[in-house]
């Protein structure tokens, strides 16, 4: 065995990674639920989890019955996805050849992001992304994974775009930006971007991607993945994760212009969407009715959430047209709310960052989780 090479392993390999990916920060990663519940002391079911906007009805009874029927799991995906393109397309209204699944909605920003830039923002050049803070965390993740330059033009104070800013960074910046991330209904605020302000955006010279990933919680048909065919700068992701309570099995799609699809089906990874993904997805498509009585369950939870919320003096909770309310914790920081509420085993999420300063984001859960937050809240004796 070389002794030489082995001693300088270290050094040597860290030489050979790429310079902007070994100088990133690693993310702190999410707890999985068994060590979650070991470390708070209580048993999964007894922890009320409003903290990642999942959907606490689960899966529809469908999906279960056809996970545990299928019966070819030892068979590789199909990689065209034929049978979910064709069944998406029948649920959002548009040709499935501008339709590609992906391994989540997370797969596909990833996907956009290497397709359109250019990398070298470690050396002052590379493609730029317009990002639109406090929104999704996953958009400039992926745009510097890419190798991308993130460009943000921060939303007013009530969390609405600065479409001035954003325009004026489109058309002034050096190289001119490439994609333009915006999310409606946005997390973590929930709020939606008018059509007028989209139509707007999308006279830029950028490629617009609108993340619906909560859009079925939103009152009105307000989706604009219809605009798609007609528009060559619009692309729309969509997610199973929320509505159809299958975020563990990682499904999500995207609707794309046919001159961007083209292009994408060149390099995704073949076996990208896997086979119990897509009879999920299969199945839930087929269970809507029930499906859709869960999110009009989760809506009226959101509102009652939001009404309660607001009788507590220190919490000034927004609208929202998601699966989740922000509320600003006022005189109390964030984080303590945060704290103490887990040590009863209700998980919410707070921020303290810039733009979002002392807020918590609770998801909309069953009657009888909003019932236990409440009394978490109510037992801090915060007056
Ligand atoms: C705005 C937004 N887009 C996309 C996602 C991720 O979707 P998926 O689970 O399909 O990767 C999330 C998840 O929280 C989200 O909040």
């Known amino acids: 065995m070389p002794d030489e090479p082995i001693r300088n392993s270290q050094s040597a390999i860290r030489n050979l990674i790429r310079p902007d990916i070994a100088t990133m920060e690693e993310y702190t990663p999410v707890q999985p639920f068994e060590v979650l519940s ?12 409003l903290d990642a906007n999942e959907n606490p009805y689960g899966p529809a009874p469908r999906v279960m019955e056809a996970l545990s ?30 339709i590609l699944p992906g391994h989540g909605a997370d797969e596909l920003l990833d996907y956009l992001c290497r ?13 730029a992304v317009v990002n639109c803070p406090p929104t999704f965390g996953m958009y400039s993740f992926d745009a510097g994974l890419s190798g991308g330059k993130v460009i943000d033009v921060p939303r007013h104070e009530d969390f609405s775009l600065d479409v001035a800013g954003i325009e004026a960074v489109v058309l002034s910046a050096q190289p001119p ?38 859009v079925e919680f939103a009152a009105g048909d307000v989706s604009v993945a219809g605009w798609v065919p007609e528009t060559p700068n619009l692309v729309v992701l969509r997610t199973f994760s929320k509505w159809a309570g299958l975020a563990g099995l990682r499904l ?25 993904a897509t009879v999920a997805g299969l199945a839930s498509l087929e269970e809507l009715p029930l499906l859709r009585q869960r999110i009009a369950s989760l809506i009226a939870e959101r509102e009652r959430l939001r009404d309660e919320l607001a009788k507590f003096s220190f919490l000034r909770p927004l609208p929202s047209q998601a699966n989740f309310v922000l509320c600003e914790t006022l005189c109390v920081p964030a984080r303590q709310i945060h704290r103490a509420l887990a040590e009863q085993g209700v998980l919410v999420r707070y921020y303290d960052k ?25 037992s801090l004796g915060i007056e």
């Not at 070991?38 to 989890?49: D, N, P, S, Y």
């Not at 984001?361 to 109510?378: F, M, N, V, W, Y």
Request: glycine share 8%; proline share 9%.
């Open 38 to 49: 070991q470390r708070l002391g209580r048993a999964a079911e007894a922890i009320v989890k």
């Open 69 to 98: 029927r299928f019966p070819w799991y030892h068979i590789y995906p199909d990689p065209q996805q034929g049978a979910l393109r064709e069944a998406l397309a029948g649920y959002v209204g548009v040709p499935e050849e501008h």
């Open 115 to 127: 397709l359109f830039l250019l990398p070298g923002a470690s050396s002052g050049s590379g493609d």
């Open 177 to 214: 930006p490439k994609l333009l991330f915006l999310t409606s209904p946005n997390n973590p605020d929930g709020s939606l971007i008018s059509h007028n302000t989209l139509r707007r955006l999308l006279k830029l010279p950028i490629v617009v991607v609108v993340d619906e990933a909560y």
């Open 252 to 276: 999500g799609y995207g609707i794309f212009p046919l001159d961007i699809i083209q292009h994408l089906w060149k390099f995704k990874q073949p076996y990208n969407v896997n086979v119990a």
């Open 354 to 378: 810039p733009g979002l300063r002392n807020y918590i984001r609770i998801s909309a859960g069953r009657p009888s989780d909003t019932d236990a937050l409440l009394q978490a809240l109510t």
